[in-house]
């Protein structure tokens, strides 16, 4: 199943270091440095966040949780948050 990810871009550094501190507030680890590709895009109405291209964060009721995708990169960091 394909589906279309709407308005997706790259974010600027500045953008990159605020998304940063959203999970990491979160879940007190670093999953990605300024450095790193941060791109954002919508599906329907949710907003997905790619690191190096991958969907690794979205926002759910105004917060950043893991996508599935997220869960298995992060597997070893993400058992500490269940």
Same mark, same amino acid.
């Given at each position: 199943m394909d589906f279309k990810i709407k308005n997706r871009?790259?974010? +600027?550094k +500045?953008? $990159?270091?605020e998304i940063i501190e959203k999970p990491k507030s979160n879940f007190n680890s670093n999953f990605f440095?300024?450095?790193? !590709? $941060?791109?954002?895009g919508f599906y329907e109405n949710t907003q @997905? !966040? @790619?690191?190096?291209y991958k969907p690794y964060f979205m926002f759910y009721n105004d917060r950043i949780v893991f996508t599935l995708s997220g869960l298995y990169k992060f597997k070893e960091l993400s058992t !500490? @948050?269940?």
């Open positions: 871009h790259r974010l +600027k +500045k953008e $990159v270091r440095d300024d450095n790193s !590709v $941060v791109e954002i @997905f !966040v @790619f690191i190096e !500490v @948050f269940y």
